[in-house]
């Protein structure tokens, strides 16, 4: 079974720093998908980032950008230039490519709150 | 921008009684799928849908559960009988193409907070 782990139940940060978020993960699968979901308050959870097991290049989106290392099991999330709007719960999810039916599974989140 | 609705936000009721929540995913969308969050905990898989059935379902998706198309638009989840442990926030999500696949993207509603007294 895959589990997602999140370390840090919540962090701050100043307006435009930089900060990163841990998320490691349990699998026997080598294949697979790792996403970083942001949910602001009252909002629904929208999709930040995405990042597939088989591509060694870490994915980036503007200001959100993932380390992943996949012999550690580690998928951190970095925000550079963090703004206000960037606070919320952040969810690591993973998602198994074979055989899968769109189960994402999730970690407890960490919720994120920007200083300004 | 397109959205997945949820109706009602927030459903009060008593242990025993059915409940149907209800969901509009993305109209172009084909796959469904709903989670559940209870207070503290991870948000948890339940079901996928597609094709008006059942693709998957987690342990968590016993009889007391089902799901529904019934019309071209909306999708819902009935809990038959609830009891105090279904007290959660339940996400319905929806995607266009198949899981794995390069738009999978799942889309969430905002969700329907569940009460069970």
């Known amino acids: 079974a895959q589990t997602v782990t999140q370390s840090q139940p919540e962090m701050s940060v100043q307006e435009a720093e930089t900060v990163t978020l841990s998320c490691t993960y349990d699998t026997s699968e080598n294949n697979y998908y790792l996403f970083w979901y942001k949910q602001p308050p009252s909002r629904q959870m929208i999709l930040v980032i995405r990042q597939e097991a088989y591509k060694q290049q870490n994915a980036t989106e503007n200001r959100f950008s993932v380390n992943f290392q996949k012999a550690a099991k580690s998928f951190s999330l970095k925000i550079s230039d963090s703004q206000l709007g960037d606070t919320a719960m952040y969810f690591c999810a993973f998602m198994k490519r074979r055989g899968s039916q769109g189960n994402l599974i999730f970690g407890k989140g960490t919720k994120l709150s920007v200083k300004p | 921008e397109p959205e997945v609705t949820q109706t009602p936000s927030h459903q009060v009721t008593q242990m025993g009684q059915e409940v149907i929540l209800r969901c509009v995913p993305i109209?172009?969308?084909?796959?469904f799928y709903w989670y559940r969050q209870i207070l503290g905990q991870k948000v948890e898989f339940l079901v996928s849908f597609y094709n008006n059935e059942i693709s998957e379902k987690s342990e968590i998706f016993d009889d007391q559960f089902s799901v529904e198309r019934p019309d071209g638009s909306n999708f819902t989840l009935k809990i038959r009988s609830t009891k105090l442990e279904d007290s959660a926030m339940y996400f319905c999500?929806?995607?266009?193409?198949?899981?794995?696949?390069?738009?999978?993207?799942?889309?969430f509603g905002p969700g329907t907070r569940l009460t069970v007294t």
């Open positions: 999500a929806s995607s266009e193409t198949p899981p794995g696949t390069g738009d999978d993207e799942q889309y």
């Open positions: 109209s172009n969308h084909l796959y």
